[in-house]
Nanobody, 127 residues
Framework: QVQLVESGGGSVQFGGSLRLSCAAS????????VGWFRQAPGKEREGVAC????????YFGEAVKGRFTISRDNAKNTVYLQMNSLKPEDTAIYYC????????????????????WGQGTPVTVST
């Protein structure tokens, strides 16, 4: 049974940083593409970043490029999302997801291509 558990969310001021963790069980993450997504109230779920299973290439949504990084610790079977220079518009519930994607370059930031999801962790950025 695949389980993903996010942690690290919280409240931070404008310009601050947070690191989110996504710990997996029941699946080996280095065989999968892992994506981070977010959903703000009244908005659709948005792709933030992904770490591909094929060669470890990373992709980022336009809204977070240059501010967020994604990394993976295979020994801990955990993927991290480092979020820097946070803005109020980054406020959302952040979810990690995983699946085997044949074309992570095309689908890695698209939520409908993932079958396994965590419960989410909230991030609030205040001015």
């Amino acid at each position: 049974q695949v389980q993903l558990v996010e942690s690290g969310g919280g409240s931070v001021q404008f310009g601050g940083s947070l690191r989110l963790s996504c710990a997996a069980s029941g699946v080996t993450l280095d065989d999968q593409t892992v994506g981070w997504f977010r959903q703000a109230p009244g908005k659709e779920r948005e792709g933030v970043a992904c770490f591909t299973n094929s060669d470890g290439t990373t992709y980022f949504g336009e809204a977070v490029k240059g501010r967020f990084t994604i990394s993976r610790d295979n020994a801990k079977n955990t993927v991290y999302l480092q979020m820097n220079s946070l803005k109020p518009e980054d406020t959302a519930i952040y979810y990690c997801a995983t699946d085997y994607l044949t074309r992570p370059d095309l689908y890695g930031l698209r939520p409908h291509y993932y079958n396994f999801w965590g419960q989410g962790t909230p991030v609030t950025v205040s001015t």
